[in-house]
């Protein structure tokens, strides 16, 4: 006879699976499609093997998912014959709740109210794990179907800290899960029940789900297919309701949030497939992180292929789920294969059309979701003008800002908006670039714009410079920073007092700065672009960007250092107090004061704060 062994569960995964338990328990019945999708996952990951490695896997034409429902033991049995699993496979895959990132998912699960938690786990995809939210007692019998009959394994587990594993005799390969329920979930043993649960999420998995049943009429009992079994994405669109689309999502992507939109199309001609694409109503706990796995699922004929093909999407799309289903493509395909395959490149184009119109209709039809949508996945869409320079133009009228005359951080204003809405003769899309919205906002550089109804674009997540750089223009409307000189702006600059007069009566005073401040600026002169400061920094039109040059070194690259024009008001009180000091005393301090504070509001931090202060303070109590 075979004795078991025990294992422990990973600490971590103990403590996910009882918040797992509690968070998910108003939702319990997902543990239904969980399972069934595994199953037909198992069933997938076979008929590709049987197909491209036939000698070794012989054909199975009768792929089947079996349930049977047990009312006085309270048990619950859904077997696939599907590719079942090795003993090294049941450890790693069912000794461990979420592989990667556990740690971090709970602290942030911990972190969370109760109703965001479900949101979160959801996401996370619970899997076979969700089987404990009704059952006491979980058993899974499996063969993988590489092995002989005698290879077979059975897992036992309470759901509480351990598990334990023995050899057993299998006689057909693939996996039945068995379910224990608690004495508190009896609804589940009920035919119509499950029936009605698989009806809700599973209707369209590929392979047919039969209930054994009683028959009363031939006194014995008979299997009944109680899915459709048939692909969703191969019916047309108009036999496909949207509920059904909705399921079809989740059970694919196993998010408990339904989708924001999706899109659906059967390309015919040269080369033929299916894409169904959804757009996620929120990005994954994970998206930034590096094991974060994207891509589309990949069908040849209706066979699944493999999970994530990155090679269908464009990385700014990354946050897309769904499937190919292609008729050209060899069974034997390899990633490799797949990176410089030309029907790939020519799917990837169309996909990336079929997405951005996508995105395009709901922005034009569901501004309401579209925000939703910006808000999700706007940051990894601003990607987009850089890697993909054909698609810029139907990208950039998908980028919503916000903006000057906004006042508030939302980013709801496109570019049409913008452009339309343009002060007369203006004929540049201004924008400024920052740390964040408030030094965006109340930036000096933009008390010209606002003295004069001229909207800006404020920028301040830490990709905006860099995708500023491949926009350059809107529908003949150039971008321009509002930080660099500018002739439209030039023109409206009317100084309030003789220019020329002042400009002369300041010149000694420039000579002064010049003097003081030596190398650490490039020139010095008068503005009148100000209005509320004395003074800024400004970069001429060529130069660097502060923006840009923070993002150079964030990177560990090194830059050179900014040479900046110091720029100071002449109408402004702390400058004409300045510029009447005579004794040499202290107008060393008021002149380097007025360019740190510049320094300052232009980069958000200063080399040396404390000199900065000390120098304040020594000014202030004179
Ligand atoms: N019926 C089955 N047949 C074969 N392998 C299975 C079966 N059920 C589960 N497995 C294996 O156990 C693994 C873990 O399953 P689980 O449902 O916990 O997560 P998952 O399906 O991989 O991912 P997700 O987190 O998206 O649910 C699966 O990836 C698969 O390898």
């Not at 994954?284 to 796995?293: A, M, Y």
């Not at 209706?302 to 769904?322: A, C, H, S, W």
């Not at 990607?383 to 906004?406: C, V, W, Y």
């Not at 000694?508 to 600026?521: A, D, M, R």
Request: charged share 25%; net charge positive; hydrophobic share 35%.
């Amino acid at each position: 006879m075979n004795t078991s062994k025990t294992y422990s569960f990973q600490s971590e995964s103990k403590e996910l699976l009882k918040l797992m338990i509690h968070s998910l328990y108003s939702n319990k019945e997902i543990f239904i499609r969980e399972l069934i999708s595994n199953a037909s996952d198992a069933i997938d990951k076979l008929r590709f093997l049987s197909i491209s490695e036939p000698k070794k896997y012989p054909i199975n034409t009768n792929y089947c998912i079996n349930i049977t429902i047990d009312k006085k033991l309270n048990k619950l049995t859904i077997s696939d014959n599907g590719i079942g699993m090795e003993e090294h496979e049941i450890i790693n895959n069912l000794g461990t709740i979420a592989k990667s990132g556990t740690k971090k998912f709970i602290q942030s699960l911990k972190s969370n109210n109760s109703s965001h938690q479900h949101e979160l786990i959801g996401q996370f995809g619970v899997g076979f794990y969700s089987s404990f939210i009704v059952s006491k007692k979980v058993l899974v019998q499996t063969r993988s179907a590489k092995l002989k009959i005698n290879e077979g394994f059975l897992w036992e587990s309470y759901g509480k800290g351990d598990y334990t594993i023995q050899k057993i005799e299998k006689k057909e390969f693939g996996t039945d899960i068995i379910l224990y329920f608690k004495k508190t979930e009896q609804e589940f043993i009920h035919h119509w029940k499950i029936q009605e649960l698989i009806n809700k999420y599973s209707d369209h998995i590929n392979v047919p789900i039969n209930i054994k049943k009683f028959n009363k009429k031939q006194n014995e009992y008979t299997w009944e297919q109680v899915n459709k079994a048939q692909a969703l994405w191969v019916l047309n669109k108009s036999e496909i309701s949207n509920q059904e689309y909705i399921n079809f999502y989740k059970h694919l992507t196993k998010d408990s949030q339904e989708p924001l939109t999706w899109t659906h199309n059967k390309v015919e001609g040269n080369q033929e497939y299916i894409i169904l694409l959804f757009i996620p109503s929120k990005t994954p706990w994970n998206i930034w992180s590096r094991e974060h796995k994207h891509g589309l699922k990949l069908y040849i004929n209706k066979v699944f292929i493999m999970e994530d093909t990155e090679q269908f999407l464009p990385n700014y799309l990354r946050f897309v789920k769904g499937l190919v289903d292609s008729n050209d493509l060899p069974l034997n395909i390899s990633r490799e294969i797949l990176q410089n395959n030309q029907i790939i490149q020519k799917i990837r184009q169309t996909i990336t059309k079929k997405l951005l119109n996508t995105l395009q209709n709901l922005f034009n039809n569901d501004i309401k979701k579209y925000y939703v949508f910006w808000q999700q996945f706007g940051t990894i869409l601003k990607e987009g003008p850089a890697e993909d320079p054909q698609n810029r133009q139907f990208i950039m009228n998908l980028l919503l800002f916000t903006s000057l005359k906004h006042n508030n951080s939302e980013q709801t204003l496109s570019l049409k908006k913008y452009t339309t809405n343009m002060a007369k003769g203006q004929n540049k899309i201004y924008y400024i670039t920052s740390d964040s919205y408030e030094s965006a906002k109340n930036s000096p550089h933009l008390e010209i714009f606002l003295k004069n109804d001229i909207d800006v674009l404020l920028l301040f997540e830490k990709i905006d410079e860099w995708m500023m750089n491949y926009l350059n223009e809107y529908e003949d409307k150039k971008f321009c920073p509002a930080n660099k000189p500018d002739d439209f702006i030039n023109k409206l600059i009317i100084p309030q007092i003789n220019e020329q007069n002042l400009q002369n009566k300041m010149q000694p005073f420039l000579e002064k700065i010049k003097k003081i401040l030596g190398n650490k600026i490039k020139d010095v002169r008068v503005t009148y672009k100000l209005v509320h400061t004395p003074s800024i920094l400004v970069t001429e039109a060529k130069e660097m960007s502060t923006q840009m040059a923070k993002l150079f070194s964030a990177a560990g690259q090194s830059v050179p250092s900014i040479k900046y024009i110091l720029e100071i008001n002449p109408e402004h009180a702390l400058i004409q107090k300045i510029s009447k000091i005579v004794e040499e005393k202290n107008i060393k301090d008021w002149i380097l004061l007025i360019f740190e504070q510049a320094l300052f509001v232009e980069k958000g931090t200063l080399d040396d704060p404390n000199q900065f202060i000390n120098r304040i303070n020594k000014l202030l109590s004179i």
